[in-house]
């Protein structure tokens, strides 16, 4: 069979090396907030291009916690807006709400499945505070008119970087320097992954990152004096020490996401399938291959016989889930439509080309 992404694998690659992280952190007895989180941090603001990386525990708690200073810094309030793609992944919505905001959803561009930001402007209130654009399956989102449209009505910029480590714009900016605050998940399936639950947020903005590193702390930047009534979300030394080990790989796997893409590209032909659009190559790290077609399930369960794991992202959008009852009756039609086409084909910096060939195979035989 060939999986939809072989986690076993793509981390025995790195088997020595993470051994030898994980028995620095054992042997040095010291488990929180130490000299790994510390290295990381400054190499994850090294290769983003940004002052500050600072870790936390996962990727939710990255964006709201980001959301949450602005509230502590009184640049946001309770009932404010937010502007967010509705097809993104639960999550960045969830930080909204969580934050007593509320998410004002926006539909994609079908072409590249992130936000439309031609219907931005349409949907800026007096209450609107922020856009929260999601690089969504890996792609930057159209970031120069957002943040055009974000400075002339004041906004903040807040990027979901949790698909797009490494992305880069034709000013060879990275993904997580293109807004004001950015917020990342190296959950293991992500294309920077920890072997557990981990996330970090980066800015270029000082104040932003003073009033982070005591919220994601108790409140707390002196220790048992609560500045805030905050969160425990600090990323432990292990995680840390082996995404320092990690990164140093991120961009030549990348490199093989790429090559597996154009590979899909240039040898799918059929004309039930829709392939992904890419305007620049370095502007999409290809966390998810997502093609598009009409009888979306039929073909997975044919893929699924000939031994092929697919997965959707995502089988029911955010304003269908029980979780977003009063968002039901909103019309979000190319949304809806969206997550009945979808399907992932497999993707991986372990996938073997032969394995590519077999699944471009299969579909141009279907
Ligand atoms: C994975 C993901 C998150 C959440 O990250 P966790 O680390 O799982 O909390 C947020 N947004 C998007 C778009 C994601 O894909």
């Keep these: 069979m060939i999986k939809f992404l072989d986690l076993y694998k793509i981390n025995q690659v790195h088997k020595e090396e993470l051994l030898d992280a994980f028995s620095r952190v054992l042997d040095s007895g010291w488990y929180i907030m130490g000299n790994e989180l510390k290295t990381f941090e400054k190499e994850f603001a090294a290769y983003c291009g940004v002052k500050h990386a600072i870790g936390v525990a996962n990727g939710l708690d990255a964006l709201i916690l980001i959301i949450r200073a602005y509230k502590e810094m009184s640049i946001f309030k309770d009932g404010d807006e937010i502007i967010v793609p509705a097809n993104t992944y639960i999550a960045s919505i969830l930080a909204i709400s969580a934050n007593n905001l509320l998410p004002v959803l926006v539909e994609p561009d079908l072409d590249n499945f992130n936000i439309d930001a031609n219907l931005i402007e349409a949907k800026i209130t007096s209450r609107t505070v922020g856009i929260l654009p999601v690089h969504l ?75 982070l590193r005591a919220l994601l ?45 154009n590979r899909y590209i240039d040898g799918i032909k059929n004309k039930k399938i829709v392939l992904p659009k890419v305007e620049n190559q370095d502007a999409h790290v290809w966390h998810l291959f997502v093609i598009r077609t009409d009888n979306r ?33 909103l019309d979000l039609k190319i949304t809806e439509n969206i997550h009945n086409e979808v399907l992932s084909l497999p993707i991986s910096p372990v996938m073997d080309l032969d394995e590519v060939d077999k699944v471009i195979k299969l579909l141009n035989e279907y």
């Design 137 to 211: 399956y890996g792609q930057l989102a159209n970031m120069d008119k957002i943040n055009k449209i974000a400075q002339k009505y004041k906004l903040k910029v807040i990027e979901d970087c949790a698909q797009s480590q490494g992305a880069v714009n034709y000013d060879g900016e990275k993904a997580g320097n293109l807004g004001d605050a950015a917020g990342f998940s190296f959950y293991p399936g992500k294309n920077l992954g920890a072997l557990g639950d981990a996330g970090a947020i980066t800015t270029n903005d000082d104040q932003l990152a003073v009033t």
């Design 217 to 261: 702390n108790y409140g707390s930047h002196v220790k048992y004096e609560n500045l805030f009534k905050g969160l425990n979300s600090r990323l432990d030394e292990l995680q840390a020490a082996l995404l320092t080990v990690k990164l140093k790989h991120l961009d030549s796997e990348t490199l093989v996401r790429k090559s597996i893409a």
């Design 297 to 329: 399930n039929h073909l997975q369960q044919y893929l699924t016989d000939n031994g092929i794991q697919t997965i959707i992202h995502y089988p029911i959008p955010p304003h269908k889930q029980l979780a977003y009852k009063e968002f039901k009756s």
